[in-house]
């Protein structure tokens, strides 16, 4: 079983900075590929940024040049630069075995969720 714990989060103005941690405590984890997910209103759940065992990166496009995801074993964080109103919504970091994909049903295991506001 692995534990994901979130941190960071919060509310800012259009064009500020936040920063999400996500730590796995677990068996295997480093070698899982981990994410950042975001629930935002009247929207489905929707990939953000996902990097596995080897540091291979993939951002959604509606934040590439913004976001900017690290890892270092089975700790990740994300820090979002130049965010803006229609980045509010839950981030949830999740994990799972094998190749990183955008599909949720390849993440067995997810974070309880953190708020991000973003005021214009």
């Known amino acids: 079983q692995v534990q994901l714990v979130e941190s960071g989060g919060g509310s800012v103005q259009t064009g500020g900075s936040l920063r999400l941690s996500c730590a796995a405590s677990?068996?295997?984890?480093?070698?899982?590929?981990m994410a950042w997910f975001r629930q935002t209103p009247g929207k489905e759940r929707e990939g953000v940024a996902n990097?596995?065992?080897?540091?291979s990166l993939i951002y959604a496009d509606s934040v590439k040049g913004r976001f900017a995801l690290q890892r270092d074993n089975a700790k990740i964080w994300l820090q979002m630069n130049r965010l803006k109103p229609e980045d509010t919504g839950v981030y949830y970091c999740a994990a799972g075995p094998g190749f990183c994909t955008w599909n949720r049903g390849a993440f067995p295991y997810w974070g309880r969720g953190i708020q991000v506001t973003v005021s214009s």
């Open positions: 677990g068996s295997s984890n480093a070698r899982f590929c």
């Open positions: 990097i596995d065992n080897g540091g």
